[in-house]
């Protein structure tokens, strides 16, 4: 499988596309060329949408927000649509058939998305120092099937809300991603991507889980840190 993508230009295209989307970091673009200060220098260093609102709040928080689901939307629309019309094979004779084309469309959408998340966990614009991809990779999970992004939100959002811990929520989502995928589609290939794309997030939110496990973890407040 994995001579197979790295012999087919049309995975390279997606990858390319999905991975400079993924660059579009909003809390890097507000914070540094809008407001002038760059978030990655305040609290966590993290790049994601939890530090921005905890160092600045406002209104700007939710360009941040559409800025990192808007780039994950492009990244699998795009992927959906060239892999609508993918076709392995060298002489086709007939069109595949509706089943193998929609495996292709997934396929195609969870490759999209490993790559956005690269992206915007690396990228290459900012030194590669991004954020962690928990709102990408809802938007990214909502994309790709509406059962997989009711475990994923449903789980976050109870975890982050009982225990205002997002970092338990985000652990949850980057956790249940894979078994959620497995569930849906039976399939190991897809499988391993989700796995894959779960292990990311987790692997980012690394410091969150140590801080966790000793009690050192910061909760989650409406109301803007103070300076």
């Given at each position: 499988m994995i001579l197979f993508v790295l012999t087919r230009i049309d995975f390279w295209i997606v990858a390319i596309i999905s991975y400079f989307c993924g660059c579009f970091n909003g809390a890097v673009i507000v914070s540094k060329y809008i407001l002038r200060d760059d978030v990655r220098t305040h609290g966590s260093g993290?790049?994601?949408?939890?530090?921005?609102?905890r160092t600045f709040g406002g209104p700007l928080t939710l360009v941040v927000i559409l800025t990192d689901v808007l780039k994950?939307?492009?990244a699998i629309l795009i992927a959906a649509k060239i892999g609508s019309g993918y076709d392995p094979r060298i002489m086709p004779d007939f069109p595949l058939d509706e089943a193998t084309v929609a495996y292709f469309v997934v396929l195609f959408k969870y490759w999209a998305g490993l790559?956005?998340?690269?992206?915007h966990?690396?990228?290459c614009m900012f030194h590669f120092k991004g954020g962690k991809g928990i709102l990408s990779g809802g938007a990214i999970a909502i994309?790709?099937?509406w059962r997989i992004a009711l475990v994923v939100w449903g789980g976050f959002l109870i975890l982050a809300v009982l225990t205002r811990y997002?970092?338990?929520g985000s652990c949850w989502a980057g956790?249940?991603?894979p078994f959620a995928t497995w569930f849906v589609y039976h399939n190991v290939v897809i499988t391993v991507l989700g796995a894959v794309i779960g292990c990311l997030i987790l692997y980012m939110h690394r410091g969150n889980i140590k801080r966790l496990l000793t009690g050192t973890e910061n909760k989650f407040s409406l109301h803007k840190k103070k300076q």
């Open positions: 993290n790049a994601g949408l939890t530090n921005f609102y994950a939307v492009v790559w956005c998340l690269l992206g966990m690396f990228p994309m790709i099937d997002v970092s338990l956790a249940s991603f």
